[in-house]
């Protein structure tokens, strides 16, 4: 019911900046909790960011202080703005939603259904 399309990685030095986008599909889109994963190689795949439909949103500590998740409904888009990049950053970043139905802790990769194919983030240092 929900298709989710990742753009916006690169490569950057430590210290800069990206701007991740998800497009996603559906009218059911501002309904949806939004979230953010990450997965290094060799790494388990790693919650970043999420926000509900209500507007709440959570942040991994490693991240709330350099990391902005947003979302336009209007656009059925989800942003994730991340400064001050380090290279421990550096991941392939998923986009995942859950529907209205889904209840408790945003963090739970297992709690999403839907996810996007990934965008690459790379930090050298």
């Known amino acids: 019911q929900v298709q989710l399309v990742e753009s916006g990685g690169g490569l950057v030095q430590a210290g800069g900046s990206l701007r991740l986008s998800c497009a996603a599909s559906g009218r059911t889109f501002s309904r949806y909790t939004m979230g953010w994963f990450r997965q290094a190689p060799g790494k388990e795949r790693e919650f970043v960011a999420s926000?509900?439909?209500?507007?709440?949103?959570n942040y991994r500590d490693s991240v709330k202080d350099r990391f902005t998740i947003s979302r336009d409904n209007a656009k059925n888009t989800l942003y994730l703005q991340m400064n001050s990049l380090k290279p421990e950053d550096t991941a392939v970043y998923y986009c995942?939603?859950?529907?209205?139905?889904?209840?408790?802790?945003?963090?739970?990769?297992?709690?999403?259904?839907?996810w996007g194919q990934g965008t690459q983030v790379t930090v050298s240092s």
């Open positions: 926000v509900r439909w209500s507007g709440g949103i």
């Open positions: 995942a939603a859950r529907g209205p139905t889904s209840i408790g802790r945003t963090d739970a990769p297992e709690t999403y259904p839907y």
